[in-house]
């Protein structure tokens, strides 16, 4: 090899060293501008005017580890697939999509999916991932939708997670925004002594809180065979 085509080599190793590095450099201050915004990402969760707000690592928590993710996703697309089969909304609300990672699966049985979520930076991400899907960063308390506008509302392990003094409020603009025709699906812990981010309620409490609409079937949630909790928490329909 001659020198030339040797220094040549070297020069475009070294230069591609330097691209890479400030790439690296790139990420790790996209980072570090993300942690300063929006707070650090490994944190689960923390509370705002009495709402909790997931931070990105605390998004399925049942699933310790990639493969336990993959499974808790496998088992809960294949819910959904169950329930919506058949299904053709014109218009449908999930709320609380956070990053989405339920969306598009819900989304392929309506025409128009509005995807709903408190925490702004996972409904950023979100509508970079999936941006055929109207993401809208929202509190489920003051929905901005017009009465009767959806056939479908779906919340999957939500409504668990807002606090007792703002329940009856959300559940009443979930009632507002459905169709008289339409039908609610919600997944929820229904067993469990709860924590500081959780509040349990039975199906039953659920089946009161909603006024106007009556529960229709109740489907027990399945989760992979090492899911963390015993408490599994059932899949209800309300119409």
């Known amino acids: 090899m001659s020198p030339d085509i040797y220094n040549s080599r070297v020069i475009l190793v070294v230069y591609g060293f330097k691209i890479h590095t400030t790439k690296m450099r790139f990420q790790a201050l996209s980072r570090l501008a993300k942690r300063i915004i929006f707070g650090h990402p490994h944190e689960t969760h923390w509370v705002s005017n009495g709402r909790v707000h997931f931070r990105e690592g605390g998004f399925v928590t049942s699933a310790s580890n990639r493969a336990e993710f993959s ?4 088992y809960e697309v294949s ?57 809208l960063n929202s509190d489920a ?3 901005p939708f017009l009465s009767s506008k959806f056939q479908l509302v779906f919340t999957w392990t939500v409504l668990q ?15 507002r925004v459905v169709t008289g025709d339409g039908q609610v699906i919600i997944c929820e812990d229904t067993q469990g002594p709860g924590n500081e981010k959780t509040w349990v309620r039975t199906s039953e409490s659920y089946s009161n809180l909603f006024e106007n609409l ?3 079937d109740r489907i027990p949630r399945k989760v992979h065979p090492r899911h963390q909790s015993e408490f599994r928490g059932e899949i209800m329909v309300y119409k």
């Open 214 to 216: 009556s529960l229709h």
């Open 141 to 143: 308390t003051k929905l």
């Open 79 to 135: 819910a959904i697939q169950d329930l919506l089969s058949g299904d053709d909304f014109q218009h449908s609300l999930e709320i609380g999509a956070g990053y989405g990672r339920l969306s598009p699966w819900i989304s392929r049985y309506s025409t128009n999916h509005v995807a709903i979520d408190i925490n702004r930076e996972a409904i950023h991400e979100a509508s970079e991932l999936y941006p055929t899907i109207n993401f």
């Open 71 to 74: 499974a808790t996703n496998f």
């Open 161 to 175: 997670h807002i606090p007792d003094q703002y329940i009856n409020q959300v559940i009443r603009e979930i009632e």
